[in-house]
């Protein structure tokens, strides 16, 4: 695996993604930008490594018909693109040529999602920005933050 000048969006093989390997989820807000660069600290305290993830929420559960789906794919696909350009990318330019540094894109539920791939990518710790959500929402679901602490296997860290 090259430095994080490999296209944004992309996954590393899985042969590549070894050693130390901190999934930070990001999704170009304030608290994400102070996510990848903690991640970036503690990748170099361990000569470890950083994949980058967003993920697009996506629900699978709706009934379509053949145009409908075809739609779908148009606007899933114009979605993965604008994520690698206004999200990952400013990620991966965070991050630099100091460190090994990956992408990866995928629709679904945020936390769901992001435990795929900590697995996926062998992951020794997840880190995430604390998010903003307001205190009602907050109160009625768990944060993505909260659920990922709950049910992740490997330490998770949340940066404020």
């Known amino acids: ?11 590393p093989d899985k042969e590549s993604v070894m050693g130390f390997v901190i999934l930070v989820g990001v999704d170009g807000s304030e608290a994400s930008d ?13 000569g470890g490594q950083v994949v980058c ?26 979605e993965l693109k604008a994520a690698e ?8 330019e965070i991050v630099g040529d100091a460190l090994p540094c990956s992408s990866a894109v995928k629709h679904g539920d945020r936390v ?12 020794n710790q997840i880190i995430v920005g604390r998010t ?3 205190p009602l929402r907050r109160a009625l679901f768990a944060t993505v933050p909260s659920r990922l602490v709950l049910l992740a296997d490997v330490p998770v860290t949340v940066v404020p």
């Open 53 to 78: 993830a967003h993920v697009i929420p996506w629900s699978p559960y709706s009934f379509t018909t053949p145009e409908d789906n075809e739609e779908r794919l148009k606007q899933r696909n114009a």
């Open 34 to 46: 102070r996510a990848v660069a903690y991640a970036c600290d503690q990748a170099k305290e361990r």
């Open 112 to 123: 769901d999602v992001l435990l795929e791939m900590a697995q996926e990518f062998d992951a």
């Open 1 to 11: 695996m090259g430095a994080c000048s490999e296209r944004p969006g992309t996954p």
């Open 132 to 134: 903003g959500e307001n």
């Open 85 to 92: 350009e206004q999200v990952l990318a400013p990620a991966v």
